[in-house]
């Protein structure tokens, strides 16, 4: 969790702490998105192998005597052009290379949220080199915030990385003031708190 402080405000801070959990929202959000790519190629890749094995094992059969390969031989071809359509689209789609990104992003976020919240820690007695590694770790959480622009973060996902940060941390919601039960979006909410998902 990210560190808190006591005593007098120091900007510095409290900005640590504010960058440590958006750091954590946006590393969830990543994750998120890897989960997601993962589960699509490892069906494509059993699709690739079931739909050969399943025509071996057929054809095999067929050729003992059992009588079934005119039978098979269209839900085949069906099921391989379905194969072919959805290794083109995950093609198109790029999605190992999404994959690799989601990983990066989270993992560099992850990074940015545990030197930040070590950071923070510091607060009451701060290293003499504190301004130099908070400007350090400042520019290098800005480039990666524009990384992370660029894979066009969806409102949803936003959402979903400021309701997966409030469930860690266990604190209401500023806006509906409800600390989240979990950081799944409850699907039948029809009128929801647009900050974090719940109602």
């Known amino acids: 969790m990210c560190a808190t402080t006591t005593g007098p405000p120091d900007q510095r801070f409290i900005e640590c702490r504010n960058r440590c959990t958006y750091a954590i929202a946006t590393a969830a959000i990543f994750q998120n998105r890897a989960r997601k790519y993962t589960k699509y190629l490892q069906r494509l890749t059993f699709l690739g192998l079931a739909l050969p094995a399943s025509i071996g094992g057929v054809v095999a059969a067929d050729l003992a005597g059992g009588g079934t390969l005119k039978e098979f031989i269209w839900i085949a071809g069906f099921v391989g052009v379905v194969q072919l359509i959805v290794t083109l689209w995950s093609a198109v789609a790029d999605w190992p290379g999404k994959l690799e990104s989601s990983l990066s992003a989270s993992g560099e976020n992850s990074r940015l949220a545990d030197e930040f919240d070590a950071l923070a820690k510091t607060f009451n007695n701060p290293p003499l080199n504190f301004d130099i590694l908070f400007e350090k770790l400042k520019a ?18 936003e959402i979903y990385g400021h309701r997966a940060a409030l469930y860690q941390f266990r604190i209401a919601c500023a806006v509906c003031k ?4 979990s950081r799944e979006i409850p699907g039948t909410v029809t009128t929801r708190c647009e900050t974090c998902g719940g109602n």
């Open 140 to 157: 290098q959480d800005g480039a990666q915030n524009i990384a992370d622009k660029r894979q066009l973060i969806t409102k949803e996902e």
């Open 178 to 181: 409800n600390v989240p039960n």
